[in-house]
């Protein structure tokens, strides 16, 4: 998926139409910390903003699971993955469920929040939408974390905007990735109930973007970047209700 960014950027910057002084990046879920990881590889990137982001799977899920669940989860997964490898026939999981169970051991996203939101979106929207995800796809995804990829970032300005209460992508994972961030950078809490508010759900979806469209915009008017280096040098961290 880092790869698949990348390769986005280096199209962009083939078209006559692209400003390559001006290509900026915004992740969401997931995508946020894809972002990051895609701005500290390709350096054509200009700016970052990262929305509610995915940064540390792994240690989500052992603070959901616990060491030992979550090691035992695993090896759940090793065992589908090698049956795939020992009879040819891919496995796959739910991409959804209600809950782990007897019956669902094993499931990309489990919840009722999410559950809720994806079944919806999928009748609704998206109809050709998968409700299973294969096996292997979460050997390499549990290991992801882009943590380590934020001091890399620099000299790009991050902006990373996140939810105070949000029990998928935990807020103390956004706030490692702006501590370890080493050059411009700016980190937004808005009060927030859980993490799908930032989906489809306002006033939460409004002021997310509000915070993007104040961090790029000056960022790609030559005339105000001045003054956004010296707002970034305050390590300013804003708080929104």
């Known amino acids: 998926m880092i790869e698949d960014i990348v390769n986005g ?3 962009l910057l083939t ?3 692209i400003d390559p002084e001006r290509l900026g990046l ?3 879920c997931f995508g946020g910390g894809l972002a990051i ?4 590889r390709d350096k054509r990137i200009k700016a970052v903003s990262s929305v509610v982001g995915g940064y540390n799977i792994g240690g989500s899920f052992q603070l959901l699971m616990g060491t030992e669940g979550f ?3 695993y090896r759940k997964i090793n065992d589908l993955v090698q049956k795939q490898r020992e009879t040819g026939e891919v496995q796959y999981i739910p991409t959804i469920a209600h809950a782990l169970s007897e019956q669902v051991p094993v499931a990309f996203m489990a919840g009722e929040e999410a559950y809720v939101y994806y079944d919806r979106y999928a009748r609704s929207e998206a109809p050709t939408w998968s409700y299973q995800t294969t096996a292997k796809s979460l050997e390499p995804y549990f290991l992801y974390s882009t943590i380590p990829h934020a001091p890399l970032v ?3 300005p991050l902006h990373i905007v996140h939810g105070t209460k949000d029990l998928f992508c935990f807020p103390d994972f956004a706030q490692a990735v702006y501590d370890a961030a080493t ?3 700016e980190l937004v809490w808005i009060e927030a109930h859980n993490h799908i508010e930032f989906y489809d759900q306002d006033p939460y979806v409004s002021q997310a973007a509000a915070a993007v469209i104040r961090f790029l915009n000056p960022l790609f008017q030559p005339e105000s970047r001045s003054a956004v280096a010296s ?11």
């Open 15 to 17: 078209r006559d139409d």
């Open 26 to 28: 915004v992740g969401i």
């Open 9 to 11: 950027v280096g199209y």
């Open 37 to 40: 990881s895609a701005a500290a």
């Open 154 to 156: 620099a000299p790009v």
């Open 231 to 241: 707002h970034f040098a305050s390590g300013k961290e804003e708080i929104k209700g």
């Open 71 to 73: 090691a035992a989860y």
């Open 183 to 185: 050059g411009p950078k």
